[in-house]
C-alpha cells in the first residue's frame, strides 16, 4: 500500500469521511550549513521523501489529529492556552496559531498524516510537517492567500516559539519552494532566490544514515548560534554576512577560541555556497566535490557539531574516491551526503556498509535522493 492509500485508509476509518491530501518534502543541502541564521547563502532542494497529511474541515473548533508513524492521536483548540501535550501535536498546532496570530483564517479539521522522510536523519522531516499543514490550511481556509515566503516563515515561527529551536529559514523555504530537478541559491538576508538545474551528467546523490543521534543536553545548536552573534556584535555588524577573516583576526585577542572557530566557519562557508554555484554551472563537479570536503572539515574541526561515525563515513568517501562528502544537516548524528561517480557507487556503498558494521555493529542507512517538488495538494 502506497503512503497516500494508507493515509485514506485510516481517516477514514477514524473520522468515517473523506478529506484533501496535501504534501511537502524533506530537503537536503548540497552545501551551506549554519550559514542561514548567520545571514549567509544556502543551497538546498527538495526530495522526493514527503510528510503527506489528509485534512477536512470538521464544524468545530477543535483539531484532531493522528499520526500513523507514531501510532498517537491528539485533540486540541486553537487559542493559545489549548496547546497539546504531545511534542509531534505542536507542530500543528503551532502552524494553526502562527496562521491565527498573522490574522489569517483556521477552523476545526480533522487530520491523519504519515511520512517517508526518515527521522533523526537531518533530513528536516519537521519543516516537512510544518509545510505541509501551512500549505494546506492556506489553501482549505484562506484561498491560497498567505504568499510562499510567509508560509515558510509560519513554520519556522512554529519551531521557535512552540517547538524551542531557534532554527533559520532554509528548512521551511526548501520545503515549500522545491523544485523538480532544481537546487536553489537563497540569500537568507534579502530572501532572494535563484534556481539553479540539478542534474549532475554521470553522478548520484546518495545518504549514508549513521543512525546515531547524540542528543547533548544543552541544545548545542542554540549554543552556535549565540557564539555567532556574539562574534557579530563584537564587530558591530548585525550578522556575520558581512564578516571577512581580516576583520575576525582584528579582533581575536578579545574573543574566546571558541567563538573565534565557529565565527571562521561561517565566514569561510559562505563563500564556499557561492563557488559551488559557479562550478555547476560550468559542470565543474570537482570543485563542488572539494568544498563539500571542506565543509566537513570546518563543520567537525572549527564548528565541532561532526561526530566520531560521521567523520569515519566521510574518510571512508575520501578513500574510496568519491567527488564530495559532508555531514549534513544540524550535526551530532544523521547523514553524510555524498556526490558519487555513478561507477563507483555500489563498491562505496558496499564498502561503507562493511567497514561502518564492523566498527560500530550496524551498518549505516542508505537513501538514494531525487531532487522533487515542495509543498504541494496531491492530484
Given at each position: 500500500?502506497?503512503?497516500?492509500?494508507?493515509?485514506?485508509?485510516?481517516f477514514e476509518e477514524r473520522f468515517g469521511?473523506?478529506?484533501?491530501?496535501?504534501?511537502?518534502?524533506?530537503?537536503?543541502?548540497?552545501?551551506?550549513?549554519?550559514?542561514d541564521y548567520n545571514g549567509g547563502f544556502v543551497f538546498p532542494g527538495a526530495i522526493d521523501k514527503v510528510i503527506m497529511a489528509e485534512i477536512a474541515p470538521n464544524g468545530t473548533d477543535k483539531v484532531r489529529a493522528f499520526s500513523i508513524d507514531i501510532n498517537d492521536y491528539a485533540e486540541f483548540g486553537l487559542n493559545e492556552e489549548d496547546a497539546p501535550a504531545q511534542s509531534w501535536a505542536r507542530y500543528i498546532f503551532g502552524v494553526c496559531r502562527e496562521i491565527i496570530k498573522r490574522g489569517g483564517t483556521v477552523k476545526g479539521f480533522d487530520t491523519v498524516f504519515?511520512?517517508?522522510?526518515?527521522?533523526g536523519a537531518g533530513l528536516s522531516s519537521s519543516a516537512a510537517l510544518e509545510s505541509c499543514f501551512a500549505y494546506a490550511l492556506n489553501d482549505l481556509y484562506n484561498d491560497n492567500s498567505i504568499d510562499k515566503f510567509e508560509l515558510a516563515r509560519i513554520g519556522q515561527s512554529t519551531e521557535h516559539n512552540?517547538?524551542?529551536?531557534?532554527?533559520?529559514?532554509?528548512?521551511?523555504?526548501?520545503?515549500?519552494?522545491?523544485?523538480?530537478?532544481?537546487?536553489?541559491?537563497?540569500?537568507?538576508?534579502?530572501?532572494?532566490?535563484?534556481?539553479?538545474?540539478?542534474?549532475?551528467?554521470?553522478?548520484?546523490?546518495?545518504?549514508?544514515?549513521?543512525?546515531?543521534k547524540h542528543e547533548l543536553a544543552d541544545s548545542p545548536y542554540n549554543k552556535r548560534r549565540a557564539s555567532c552573534?556574539?562574534?557579530?556584535?563584537?564587530?558591530?555588524?548585525?550578522?556575520?554576512?558581512?564578516?571577512?577573516?581580516?576583520?575576525?583576526?582584528s579582533v581575536k585577542s578579545d574573543i574566546t577560541a571558541?567563538?573565534?572557530?565557529?565565527?571562521?566557519?561561517?565566514?569561510?562557508?559562505?563563500?564556499?555556497?557561492?563557488d559551488v554555484c559557479d562550478a555547476l554551472v560550468a559542470g565543474d563537479?570537482?570543485?563542488?566535490?572539494?568544498?563539500?570536503?571542506?565543509?566537513?572539515?570546518?563543520?567537525?574541526?572549527?564548528?565541532?557539531?561532526?561526530?566520531?561515525?560521521?567523520?569515519?563515513l566521510n574518510d571512508i568517501a575520501k578513500e574510496c574516491g568519491v567527488t564530495g562528502s559532508r555531514i549534513?544537516?544540524?550535526?551530532?548524528?544523521?547523514?553524510?551526503?555524498?556526490?558519487?561517480?555513478?561507477?563507483?557507487?555500489?563498491?562505496?556503498?558496499?564498502?561503507?556498509?562493511?567497514?561502518?558494521?564492523?566498527r560500530y555493529g550496524h551498518e549505516p542507512k542508505v537513501y538514494e535522493v531525487i531532487i522533487s517538488d515542495g509543498a504541494h495538494k496531491e492530484a
Open positions: 500500500m502506497d503512503l497516500k492509500e494508507k493515509i485514506s485508509k485510516a469521511n473523506k478529506g484533501t491530501v496535501y504534501a511537502s518534502a524533506g530537503r537536503i543541502n548540497l552545501i551551506g550549513e549554519h550559514t504519515a511520512g517517508n522522510v526518515p527521522l512552540y517547538c524551542g529551536v531557534m532554527c533559520g529559514i532554509m528548512d521551511q523555504f526548501a520545503s515549500v519552494f522545491g523544485k523538480k530537478d532544481h537546487l536553489m541559491r537563497l540569500d537568507c538576508r534579502s530572501m532572494e532566490y535563484e534556481y539553479f538545474p540539478f542534474h549532475p551528467e554521470g553522478h548520484s546523490l546518495v545518504l549514508l544514515d549513521s543512525v546515531v552573534e556574539r562574534v557579530a556584535k563584537r564587530l558591530g555588524l548585525e550578522t556575520l554576512r558581512d564578516a571577512t577573516m581580516e576583520m575576525l583576526d571558541e567563538d573565534y572557530f565557529r565565527a571562521k566557519f561561517v565566514i569561510e562557508e559562505k563563500q564556499r555556497v557561492l563537479y570537482e570543485t563542488v566535490g572539494r568544498c563539500m570536503y571542506e565543509t566537513h572539515n570546518g563543520l567537525s574541526k572549527d564548528y565541532e557539531v561532526s561526530c566520531e561515525e560521521l567523520d569515519f549534513m544537516g544540524g550535526g551530532f548524528g544523521g547523514c553524510t551526503i555524498n556526490l558519487v561517480k555513478n561507477e563507483l557507487l555500489d563498491k562505496f556503498v558496499a564498502e561503507a556498509k562493511t567497514r561502518f558494521n564492523e
